[in-house]
């Protein structure tokens, strides 16, 4: 491609809300121009990029067995109805009529229209296991777009779907599309963690997340700093502490007065105690009935466990009617002692002895709480967050966090749509069973940002070879030198012919101009001719990740560039 050609508009200007640097270098780079609040148009140096990510997918996707299909993006509501997600999806889902006044939707994903469509064609055993997959448009209304095509609205998606016969196959299938995640995000030149994700109802760790590593990422991964344990922070377990003997000495429940002491930092300056010794009692409104959660001073509570431990739909923190009904006073003042709600501790109070809690009573609170003697704890469960240096809960070694970015996503859905869909085969004794799913997803627009996230530098991006638009840039330093320009042309069209993708900035510009977009669209080899070198018959080749720069003859030239590409590319296999 001619760089004169191009339609290539890169810029120093970024929006006021592009705030990370793969955002700002998306539109600096000319790769993407935003619509409307979350919904971009790739230009053409962006669309090769989504293209070879697209690719390398297809090429892995395939490889693991699975088959490509285009499914719609707009779908009927009777199928969401049937799945029940028509009521419970939220606001995400766009939905709307048609001319005939039926209700649709626009997919946020596909689980529905794959179980409608395999439950008409699939009836026995024998057409199982199958695996499809597309690359297609999601619409998601994302209630806060941010990040440029990071959290976007309209965005494309690789979505599979398998369906199995017994839960052997499906963790098979499960298992081939994680190994195919990891070829397909190691051929993208990334650095990524999968880690434990939350599964929800479905319990186990038959989620897990593709993390890129990255400080500016929205999500807080947890990793072990000896074993290969990672979770998703709200995901991350804590093991039930060993028991130790009783050896406590238990002191005598005070009761002190504590006019205008709320929270833990002011309970601990007025009580000259430290969060640890500190329990705050969480009311929570669960399905309606009241749960108190009791958490040490220094940590937070987790929901989701609480939810998962509970089992419940609706979870929230309960309202000041249900609070005044179970503790007898107003928000700020609960604690175990004489609470009418069941009690769920957190692990944690396994250890320790004579906590400080709220007295159920406005301005006082309790000294020297201690569970069987002043309350009853119904059961201990893992409920808090993790914390930086919280033992392993595989092999106890200290915890590390991080950020990253959730760039793919494997899930076993077990039976939960084809069960409220009815997709059911006969099985070889002619039974009738239900089929066992899984699904996953790659974002591929995310993924393209989130290697920028990960490789960029102060001019520019730093494209990994098997994503970067264009492998070379040929840069004459001066178009309008005859020699210079016709042996730049040459190049450029061995290059080409040799199967190299191959931009040539054939610009009538200044050399410092040229070399700082080359920089900035993060081509990984630049060759420059300039008037010296080429008198003696030679060119310069730079790396841009490296910044090394080679002279080499120019006979040689298209071999040298081969051998770096096939070499950087294979490394990353
Ligand atoms: P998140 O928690 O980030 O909203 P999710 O759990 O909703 O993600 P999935 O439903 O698992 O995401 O979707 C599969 C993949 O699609 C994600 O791993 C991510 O790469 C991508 N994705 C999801 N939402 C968006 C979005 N709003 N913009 C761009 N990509 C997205
Ligand atoms: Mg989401």
């Not at 971009?40 to 090429?59: A, D, F, H, N, S």
């Not at 991964?221 to 990672?230: E, G, H, K, L, Q």
């Not at 005598?252 to 329990?279: G, M, N, W, Y």
């Not at 264009?470 to 040459?490: D, G």
């Amino acid at each position: 491609m001619r760089y004169s050609e191009m339609f290539l508009p890169t810029g120093r200007e970024v929006p006021s809300d592009a705030e990370l640097a793969s955002h700002q270098l998306m539109i600096r780079s000319g790769m993407i121009r935003k619509l409307t609040s979350g919904v971009y148009t790739y230009l053409p140096l962006g669309y090769r990029v989504i293209r070879k990510v697209e690719q390398i997918v297809r090429e892995e996707m395939n490889r693991a067995g699975a088959q490509e299909l285009f499914m719609p993006m707009v779908q009927p509501a009777e199928l969401w109805r049937e799945s029940g997600r028509w009521v419970r999806y939220g606001k995400e889902l766009l939905r709307f009529r048609d001319r005939h006044d039926r209700e649709c939707c626009l997919g946020p994903t596909h689980e529905e229209v794959i179980t409608d469509l395999i439950r008409n064609e699939i009836k026995t055993y024998r057409q199982l296991p199958r695996n499809l997959y597309q690359i297609q448009t999601k619409f998601r209304d994302e209630i806060r777009p941010r990040f440029g095509v990071m959290r976007c609205r309209e965005f494309g998606m690789k979505d599979a779907y398998s369906f199995d016969a017994d839960e052997a196959g499906a963790e098979m299938s499960y298992r081939k599309m994680f190994d195919a995640y990891g070829r397909i995000f190691r051929r993208c030149g990334l650095t990524f963690r999968a880690v434990e994700a939350d599964s929800g109802s479905i319990g186990g760790s038959f989620s897990h997340e593709f993390m890129v590593m990255a400080d500016s990422g929205e999500d807080a991964v947890i990793f072990c700093s000896s074993c290969d344990y990672a979770a998703n922070l709200e995901k991350a377990e804590i093991a039930r502490p060993e028991e130790v003997p009783n050896a406590r000495t238990l002191k005598p429940l005070e009761t002190v007065h504590t006019p205008d002491v709320r929270t833990i930092e002011q309970v601990c300056a007025f009580l000259s105690v430290r969060p640890k010794e500190v329990v705050k009692t969480l009311i929570f409104n669960a399905d309606g009935r009241p749960v108190a959660i009791l958490i040490r001073g220094d940590h937070e509570v987790n929901e989701i466990k609480v939810r998962n431990y509970l089992g419940c739909n609706e979870l929230e923190l309960a309202m000041d009617d249900m609070i005044l009904e179970v503790t007898g006073s107003p928000r700020g003042f609960a604690g175990p002692v004489g609470i009418r709600a069941q009690v769920i501790a957190d692990y944690s109070l396994l250890e320790g002895e004579n906590f400080v809690v709220g007295a159920n009573r406005e301005d006082y609170h309790l000294k020297n709480a201690n569970p069987d003697r002043d309350y009853a704890v119904s059961a201990y469960a893992d409920l808090r967050v993790v914390l930086e240096n919280d033992p392993c809960p595989r092999c106890g070694a200290p915890i590390r966090t991080a950020r990253g970015i959730e760039v793919g996503h494997v899930f076993k859905l077990g039976d939960k749509y084809s069960r409220a869909m009815r997709a059911v085969f006969l099985d070889a004794a002619g039974s009738e069973k239900t089929m066992i799913m899984g699904c996953y997803g790659i974002g591929i627009g995310r993924t393209v940002a989130a290697a920028i996230e990960q490789s960029h530098d102060d001019q520019g991006i730093v494209w990994p070879m098997t994503l970067a638009p264009y492998q070379v840039i040929v840069t004459p330093v001066n178009i309008k030198e005859a020699p210079l320009a016709a042996a730049a042309e040459a190049l450029y069209r061995e290059l080409t012919d040799g199967g190299v993708e191959t931009l040539l900035d054939d610009r009538d510009e200044r050399a410092g101009v040229k070399f700082k977009d080359a920089d900035l669209i993060g081509i990984p080899l630049r060759i420059t001719l300039g008037p010296k070198k080429l008198s003696e018959g030679c060119v310069e080749l730079r790396i841009r990740r490296t910044g090394e720069v080679r002279t080499l003859p120019i006979e040689r030239t298209v071999e040298a560039v081969r051998e770096h590409i096939r070499s950087e590319t294979e490394a990353l296999i």
